[in-house]
Nanobody
Framework: QLQLVESGGGLVQPGGSLRLSCATS????????MNWYRQAPGKERELVAS????????NYAPSVKGRFTISRDNAKNTVYLQMNSLKPEDTAVYYC?????????WGQGTQVTVSS
């Protein structure tokens, strides 16, 4: 059974850092690109960062470029999102995603709240 399980969210002050993790199972993780999305209240879900299967190419939304870093450990079947210099506008539920066998697969999400 395919599973994506996010963790690492929480409440952080502006300027702080968090590291999100997405542990996966049920598919050959090293064969697939992985993505992080986020959805703020009242807004559409947006793509934050992507990484190829081997980790050699990464892409970021303009709003997070230079502050967030996506990475993966294929031995642990896990993808990460390091978030630095957090801003209140980064507040959202963050979701791990991959397209496996032409099917969009999602985790349950982890809440990130940036507030003083």
């Amino acid at each position: 059974q395919l599973q994506l399980v996010e963790s690492g969210g929480g409440l952080v002050q502006p300027g702080g850092s968090l590291r999100l993790s997405c542990a996966t199972s049920g598919f050959t993780f090293s064969n697939y690109a992985m993505n992080w999305y986020r959805q703020a209240p009242g807004k559409e879900r947006e793509l934050v960062a992507s990484i190829t299967s081997g980790g050699t190419w990464r892409n970021y939304a303009p709003s997070v470029k230079g502050r967030f870093t996506i990475s993966r450990d294929n031995a642990k079947n896990t993808v990460y999102l390091q978030m630095n210099s957090l801003k209140p506008e980064d507040t959202a539920v963050y979701y791990c995603n991959s397209k496996v066998a032409a099917k969009n697969c999602w985790g349950q999400g982890t809440q990130v709240t940036v507030s003083s």
